[in-house]
Nanobody
């Protein structure tokens, strides 16, 4: 069992930056692939960024060049640095962990992830 706790959300203006963090309850990044998803109002949860256990990264086109996903093994934390935020980035952001022994990948579907955090709200005003 893995618990994931997100933090770092808030209310910002367009063009600002935020850094989301997701702390895992134990050391997992060498065996889990990690992802960030978001759920915008009235929409389904969607993939934003992923980092494999071998540290390959993948981003949805809408955030490429603005968001960066990274892990800090010393803190059991996966982060999402979000720059040049736009109103359309407003959403609840979720951290997720994919336990796939022997596979290094960046899944983009929610059903491929085994554990989820509770979410953190990001609101970007224009």
């Amino acid at each position: 069992q893995v618990q994931l706790i997100e933090s770092g959300g808030g209310l910002v203006q367009a063009g600002d930056s935020l850094r989301l963090s997701c702390e895992a309850s134990r050391r997992i990044f060498n065996s889990y692939n990690m992802g960030w998803f978001r759920q915008r109002p009235g929409k389904q949860r969607e993939f934003v960024a992923g980092i494999s256990r071998l540290r390959d990264t993948h981003y949805v086109d809408a955030v490429k060049g603005r968001f960066t996903i990274s892990t800090d093994d010393t803190k059991n934390t996966v982060s999402l640095q979000m720059n040049n935020l736009k109103p359309e980035d407003t959403a609840v952001y979720y951290c997720a962990a994919d336990f796939s022994p022997g596979y290094s990948r960046t899944p983009t579907s929610t059903y491929e992830y085994d554990y989820w955090g509770q979410g953190t709200q990001v609101t970007v005003s224009s």
